[in-house]
């Protein structure tokens, strides 16, 4: 069982960066991948950052177009996603997900159905 908690979400305005960070509660943390997903106003959810856990390696969504940056503390259970150069189409309820894996799983889980655990979501309002 993970129980996850996002923060660090706000009202900013365009051009601006931010950093998102998850914190999950139970046992195991590093035994399972973490997505971040948002949802826009009036859109589905959306895949946009996803770890692997065979390498590490970060798959992100064409929506960050460079600007994202996915990280992860297994010591601390946190995850973290940092969006530079904002935009008002990023605004957003980002949501962080977890999938327990086994070791050496090599495929990235963008899709939000792969995933139990959710954390409850951290508003980001970008102004232009």
């Known amino acids: 069982q993970v129980r996850l908690i996002e923060s660090g979400g706000e009202s900013v305005q365009a051009g601006h960066s931010l950093k998102l960070s998850c914190i999950a509660s139970?046992?195991?943390?590093?035994?399972?991948?973490m997505g971040w997903f948002r949802r826009a106003p009036g859109k589905e959810r959306e895949f946009v950052a996803v770890d692997r856990r065979s390498d590490g390696n970060v798959k992100y969504a064409d929506l960050c177009k460079g600007r994202c940056t996915f990280s992860r503390d297994n010591a601390k259970n946190m995850v973290y996603l940092q969006i530079d150069d904002l935009e008002p189409e990023d605004t957003a309820v980002y949501s962080c997900a977890a999938k327990s894996v086994y070791e050496g799983n090599f495929f990235y889980h963008t899709e939000e159905e792969d995933y139990g655990y959710w954390g409850q979501g951290s508003q980001v309002t970008v102004s232009s």
């Open positions: 139970g046992r195991a943390f590093e035994t399972y991948v």
